[in-house]
């Protein structure tokens, strides 16, 4: 695979991207506090590349951040994106040829995001696929209408349509900017492995979406903040779609250097069915959309 490198401004604590180990868990309350007014940005370079076996705690980990306490097991799932490193990059911090790559140890950040498909419906015998899907109706049961549960049921269970996982996850703080190489670069892998008779032609895509909301007050509407921004745009072109929140499975109202209003926050996930054939032309409105921003 070809790698994309792109520099982009991202915050950053510490020198070190959020880590959402044990180590968050038992500082959160005390990072809470500690917040400050103000942005603070250092211009760091990323890169995306085949995803390799050493990848496997740093792709579980993003993983982790999108199914927070889910049983789903995510050891298997990592696998299977190492295991397709055809298709899909994972994101690393890249370096001049000069600077220094004896750095060993073991905390060592190497992955800052994934970008990948995963083909679900010729992989129901993994049980990640399985649990997943579980996941899926226990939450479409609960708080989705009874048509949406049709739609996802079709698209799922139907044994008519091809279903892939899209991922689309890194760490908070790493602007959108990053997702336009990487998602270009996936949509050309798709196609290559397409015509070599590989399984990826899809009906729909399916993408868990995370976002924060702030309850309205009076005429004061709900504030909804995406955790990926470009992700509001696969909202407005899905198929089907439902909400469940994740409150109970976190510890924190969002992960990072944030203000203290912040902790009102309440973490939810959106379920999306997208129509494959509609990805290309959201790449394209959100490459759009961050050369825009850029020039301007």
């Known amino acids: 695979m070809t790698s994309k490198r792109v520099k982009v401004e991202a915050e950053e604590e510490d020198d070190q991207p959020v880590d959402t180990k044990s180590e968050s868990d038992n500082s959160s309350e005390e990072e809470n506090e500690e917040a400050v007014d103000g942005d603070e940005g250092i211009v760091v370079d990323f890169e995306g590349r085949i ?114 996982l899209l991922v689309n996850e890194r760490f908070i703080n790493i602007p959108a900017a990053v997702f336009v190489p990487l998602s270009e670069n996936l949509l050309k892998e798709m196609e290559r492995a397409r015509t070599k008779g590989m399984p990826y032609n899809f009906d729909y895509y399916l993408m868990f979406v995370k976002y924060y909301q702030q309850a309205g007050s009076g005429d004061t509407p709900a504030e909804v903040i995406y955790t990926n921004d470009e992700e509001e745009y696969f909202i407005k072109e899905s198929y089907a779609s439902f909400d469940y929140s994740v409150q109970k499975e976190t510890t924190t109202a969002l992960a990072g250097q944030w203000q203290k209003k912040d902790e009102e926050l309440q973490p939810f996930r959106k379920v999306l069915l997208v129509e494959a054939s509609k990805l290309p032309d959201i790449v394209a409105t959100i490459k759009n959309l961050v050369s825009s921003a850029i020039k301007g």
Do not use: C, W
């Open 51 to 164: 995803p390799i076996d050493s990848d496997l705690d740093g792709i579980k980990q993003m993983l982790g951040q999108l199914f927070v306490k889910a049983h789903v097991d995510l050891t298997e799932l990592a696998r299977v994106i190492i295991g397709q490193n055809y298709v899909g990059s994972v994101l690393q911090q890249s370096f001049n040829e000069d600077e220094d790559e004896d750095d060993d140890e073991d905390d060592t950040v190497s992955v800052f995001g994934v970008t990948t498909v995963i083909n679900l419906s010729n992989k129901q015998d993994l049980a990640s696929v399985r649990q997943l899907q579980k996941l899926i109706f226990e939450k479409a049961e609960k708080y989705a209408t009874e048509l949406v549960v049709q739609q996802f049921r079709e698209a799922l269970e139907s044994g008519t349509k091809t279903v892939g």
